[in-house]
């Protein structure tokens, strides 16, 4: 059975579309824009970095590959079996730099204030309600150094295709994400400053 819903989709968190293998097959399938989005973020070599969200650990190889030798990278998911897959993962690749792991919420991380260098977080604020995400947020500032990066990539549904086409609902589809962008629903001010992000034109 092939829904949304099966064992392979979902992860113990109660997550849709989070399982492992759910989540090879999608990072595969546009692996060249997932490796070009996190080589963009401007992630340096030697950087301590904090993959909140990091489902079964697919950005970790090119993450470690950017940091080098001297970088380390904490992979923190909420789900123990996708923490349990990143700990087979390490145990079964060499990493160029060290990967720790732990099992935690992101909208209450449990490391200390000013951490990181940088905070990645991929498809994993699409499960957060509005408070919640502004928690994260607020959570993921926490933990990086003064004038460290966060960076929070989101699913992206241009990928997503309907079959039959519909002409007319394309359309409304259209319409309705225009109004959204030209309401500013997507720039809660609460969500930006503190220097660690900027408002970007669409």
């Known amino acids: 059975m092939n829904n949304a819903s099966s064992p392979e989709r979902v ?17 595969l399938a546009l692996k060249d824009e997932y490796d070009a989005t996190l080589r963009a973020t ?29 970088g380390h990278i904490e992979a923190l998911d909420l789900a123990p079996e996708n923490i349990e897959a990143i700990e087979s993962l390490i145990a079964d690749q060499q990493f160029p730099c060290p990967i720790s792991t732990r099992t935690g919420d992101m909208t209450a991380l449990p490391q200390e204030t000013g951490t990181f260098d940088a905070v990645w977080s991929a498809n994993a604020s699409q499960y957060l309600s509005d408070e919640q995400l502004a928690r994260a947020v607020e959570e993921f500032r926490r933990v990086v150094k003064p004038g460290g990066l966060v960076a929070v990539k989101e699913v992206d549904i ?18 309705t994400a225009a ?17 660690c992000f900027r408002e970007v034109d669409w």
């Open 42 to 70: 401007g992630i340096r070599p030697g950087w301590s970095v904090l993959d909140a969200g990091a489902g079964n650990g697919v950005f970790l190889p090119l993450m470690a590959e950017l940091l080098g030798s001297q």
């Open 158 to 175: 241009s990928v997503w295709q309907y079959q039959p086409q519909d002409r007319k609902r394309d359309f409304r589809c259209a319409l």
């Open 179 to 195: 109004a959204l962008l030209a309401s500013h629903q997507y720039r809660d001010p609460a969500l930006l400053g503190g220097g």
């Open 11 to 27: 992860t113990s968190a109660g997550h849709r579309l989070s399982g492992g293998r759910h989540l090879d097959v999608h990072y």
